[in-house]
């Protein structure tokens, strides 16, 4: 069975995916990590659901999927008013909620 | 006496729209009470027209349904019971105990229907020039017609609970009516006092409905398979032999006092003269053909239970016999010390309804609902008839001393439809009272009362005599008061409670205004309106009574033959088929041997049941109508001449001589007084039961329950006191602080966690979340 494979390369995915958001300066390249993230996500439902044999898995994927593109839509208007307003799109200079 | 020869006939027995949808007849009004409660006001006639239009439409198919059954009992032989048309529908059920709703059609129905309809629509065409202009005009004909309703749903009812719905209906309609004009505090509490006075009556009708069904409802279900409630089954039962004299009787007289109530018997008759206190209208109504007939009409119905429970045709005196003849006596004797015209009328109608009861009793069910008939259409002719003298000659005023006198010139049509209903009231030949009330007289002796139908002669004497009194201060002699053109205001007030228009004196000066305008220009006839009612319901009360007159041989027994229950003993397969199945309904009938040799009633139905007890029925001799007219006329001339000397010649021996001698005083003093009965519930009763009660609840009011709410407010001001100074200042207060003060401390400490930069949160995040799905697998494994 090729589970283990799957569920290692969603792993890594994973791993990659909360580096790029911890480490990376630029709003535009965060965004893109917490899609790898979500996508790690997804190849373990569909792992998951092959094992199984329901379509559960299937149908919940697609859902994060719609979630997903909404979700980047928000991000990238975020990141637009932002370059907009400051006239760049790093992470560094939004620390106005520092307590 | 029955052979049980069971030569099973079947008979067809016709039947047509009409009578299957029967039911239908008190939805009319019942609809129209709503239409007129929300579209009312609304409309042209201020939702009169509603109230017109849904009685017409009552009437017509009352008048359908008359004809098709008399179709259907023409069509077969005099020895053929003639089944009812039963149908039912679940209204509601839990249990196993599940109550119907529907329709019990058979010739006492159908003769109720038809009166009922009419009079109602007579009335409600009247009221509307009567009540023109007043304030709550559309209020009274939504009330009238809801009126109308109940009693017509009373009167189809298929079973007990259906018919308590429409006794109901009407004891709440007759208390709105009789305090149409609540403002005068006399015409609430007239209002309130026959509302409490049927109450009390009806916990009878509650107690002996829920006996007859305990100790009926198992038999009925085995035999018949309906409901210990059903009128049909509940009859059938009752001369099966199955019931316990115990348990009917206990249901019989807790039921017949329900009619004591209802039909104002003695004694609770007081009620009905103070229902005078409603519009002229509503006491027609309420007097003729609705409310006070329901009693008459529930005995008639359920007349099994009462033969049985009572033991009619028995050797003793029964409960009905007495009462009602105790109430024919000492109400005819009040009619005569009243001043007020729709007093006498109101005695009057207390006794007739005595007369009923004691046919009833005496196992003369005929002619007591032939009399119901009768009376319906010369009593509401006789009230309605002292509406139109108040209404266009005595200004409102119904004092037959002050304020009537000589209208007989004024007012030709009203006189002489007063005259006819008088007549007939007095039973004289050909007038219809005459075959109603002699019926039952004759019938009570027949059946072996010689002492009661003594007691009904003596009453008709007395009803022409005062009806003669009442007769003579209204429309002989001279004018008086407002009859004469007097027109004076002190009167006017005196006689409010009585006054059509005195309370929109408010709000339509204007209408009043003009009321009082022609009062003063002196008494008239009134407009066609209100005497072409008085015209049909005279002809009627002239000619209603051939409808059933043994007088001239057995062809003229039309009712006995429509309306009778016939007394056969009927195979119960032919009743267990579905009631009111569309179409002819079979049934099969088993003959006794002879016509007149009916087991029913006297011994117990083999093979069968019967639906009613054989009943006897007097020959008609011409001897004794013609003693009974005699003592009628009789008692109108005396009482003639003594009112002639006592109100226009003023004789000195007789005016005033209840003051001078003392026996007579204290008579007329009983009798104003009206026998001390509502000093005995009002004073005596109410007070050695209600006062007690008040004082020990006045006292426990005082002592015990604001003893408890002082000392819960006492102590509870000093837990609060107590509370105050420990509680909310030292450990609420302590807490909030604390809480503050430790928030501070650990925002402090938290500070630096919050750098503003959004990798750390993230990081933060994440980290917390491989925290969690740590401890996750740590728990799981």
């Known amino acids: ?99 | 006496m029955f052979s049980a020869s069971t030569e099973a006939a079947e008979v067809i027995l016709k039947s047509g729209w009409f009578l299957e949808n029967a039911f239908i007849i008190p939805i009319i009004p019942a609809v129209a009470f709503f239409l007129i409660i929300f579209f009312g006001k609304k409309m042209p006639m201020k939702g009169s027209e509603f109230g017109i239009l849904s009685m017409f439409a009552a009437l017509a198919m009352s008048l359908g349904a008359a004809y098709q059954w008399i179709q259907r009992v023409n069509g077969v032989s005099e020895e053929t019971y003639v089944k009812p048309i039963i149908r039912s529908w679940t209204w509601w059920q839990n249990d196993g105990v599940s109550l119907g709703i529907g329709q019990h059609i058979d010739g006492l129905s159908i003769t109720i229907l038809v009166v009922v309809a009419f009079i109602s629509s007579l009335v409600q065409i009247y009221s509307t020039e009567y009540l023109h202009g007043d304030r709550r005009y559309t209020h009274f004909f939504a009330s009238l017609t809801l009126f109308s309703a109940g009693m017509l749903n009373m009167v189809v009812a298929e079973n007990m609970i259906q018919l308590i719905l429409g006794w109901e209906l009407m004891g709440l309609c007759s208390f709105m009516l009789i305090g149409h004009w609540w403002e005068e505090g006399a015409n609430s509490r007239a209002a309130l006092k026959a509302f409490f006075t049927t109450r009390t009556g009806d916990i009878g009708l509650l107690v002996g409905t829920s006996v007859l069904f305990f100790a009926a409802n198992d038999w009925t279900q085995k035999t018949l398979g309906v409901s210990g409630f059903s009128i049909r089954g509940l009859s059938a039962w009752a001369l099966s032999g199955d019931p316990s004299s115990a348990a009917i009787t206990v249901g019989a007289v807790a039921l017949f006092i329900a009619c004591i109530g209802k039909s104002g018997q003695f004694p609770l008759h007081t009620w009905l003269p103070d229902a005078m206190a409603g519009p002229t209208p509503v006491s027609s109504l309420l007097h003729s053909s609705t409310m006070v007939v329901a009693g008459v009409f529930l005995v008639a119905r359920l007349y099994p239970v009462f033969y049985e429970g009572m033991n009619i045709y028995g050797n003793s005196v029964n409960f009905i016999v007495l009462i009602g003849g105790v109430t024919i006596v000492i109400a005819a004797a009040l009619a005569f010390v009243q001043t007020d015209i729709k007093k006498v009328l109101a005695y009057s109608t207390v006794s007739q309804l005595g007369y009923m009861m004691m046919g009833l009793g005496a196992g003369a069910w005929l002619p007591a609902v032939f009399h119901i008939f009768t009376h319906a259409f010369f009593k509401a002719c006789l009230f309605l008839g002292a509406g139109s003298i108040s209404h266009s000659a005595s200004h409102h005023s119904f004092d037959m001393k002050k304020d009537m006198g000589g209208l007989r010139k004024f007012m030709p049509i009203t006189f002489s439809t007063w005259i006819v209903s008088t007549l007939a009231l007095c039973g004289v030949f050909p007038f219809s009272g005459f075959f109603s009330k002699d019926e039952i007289i004759d019938n009570v002796g027949y059946a072996g009362y010689n002492f009661f139908m003594i007691v009904g002669l003596f009453g008709a004497f007395l009803t022409a005599a005062y009806m003669t009194r009442a007769t003579y201060l209204t429309f002989f002699g001279e004018p008086r008061g407002a009859a004469a053109g007097e027109h004076h205001e002190d009167e006017h007030d005196a006689h409010a409670s009585h006054d059509d228009h005195g309370h929109d004196a408010h709000d339509s000066h204007a209408a009043h205004d003009a009321h009082d305008d022609h009062a003063s220009h002196g008494p008239r006839e009134s407009g066609l309106i209100i005497t072409v009612p008085l015209i049909l319901l005279a002809t009627l009360a002239l000619s209603s009574g051939f409808l059933n007159a043994p007088a001239f041989g057995e062809k003229w027994e039309n009712l006995k033959k429509w309306a009778e229950p016939r007394a056969e003993v009927v195979s119960v397969t032919g009743i267990a088929k579905p009631a009111g199945a569309h179409g002819e309904t079979r049934i099969a009938a088993e003959k006794a041997d002879g016509h007149h040799a009916s087991p029913c009633g006297t011994e117990t139905p083999v093979g069968g049941v019967c639906y009613a007890p054989q009943l006897k029925h007097a020959p008609f001799k011409w001897w004794k109508a013609g003693m009974s007219v005699g003592i009628v006329f009789l008692g109108m001339i005396l009482s003639w001449l003594l009112s002639v000397q006592l109100y226009t010649r003023k004789n000195k021996k007789l005016v005033g001589l209840t003051e001078r001698n003392k026996v007579l005083g204290a008579g007329y003093s009983f009798l104003a007084n009206k026998y001390y009965l509502d000093t005995l519930y009002e004073k005596i009763i109410v007070r050695s039961i209600a006062h007690p009660i008040s004082r020990g609840a006045y006292w426990f009011n005082q002592n015990v329950l604001d003893g408890i709410v002082n000392g819960a407010g006492t102590s509870t001001r000093k837990t609060a006191g107590w509370v105050y100074r420990n509680v909310d200042q030292k450990l609420v207060d302590g807490a909030v602080n604390g809480a503050g003060t430790s928030a501070e401390n650990a925002g402090g400490a938290l500070q630096p966690v919050q750098s503003g930069k959004v990798n750390q949160y993230g990081a933060l995040l994440f980290g917390a979340a491989a925290i969690g799905a740590l401890v996750l697998v740590i728990i799981n494994f």
């Open chain 1, 1 to 99: 069975m090729l589970l283990n494979q799957f569920l290692m390369l969603g792993a890594v995915l994973f791993c990659i995916g909360v580096y790029g958001v911890i480490v990376r300066k630029n709003a535009v390249l965060v965004l893109m990590s917490i899609e790898l993230i979500l996508n790690s996500v997804n190849i373990n439902l569909l792992a998951f659901s092959l094992r199984n044999g329901s379509p559960d898995g299937h149908t919940f994927a697609l859902y994060v999927i719609a979630v997903a593109a909404a979700e980047v839509g928000v991000g990238l208007a975020m990141v637009l008013l932002m370059y907009r307003n400051r006239r760049s799109v790093g992470l560094d200079d939004l620390s106005e909620m520092k307590g």
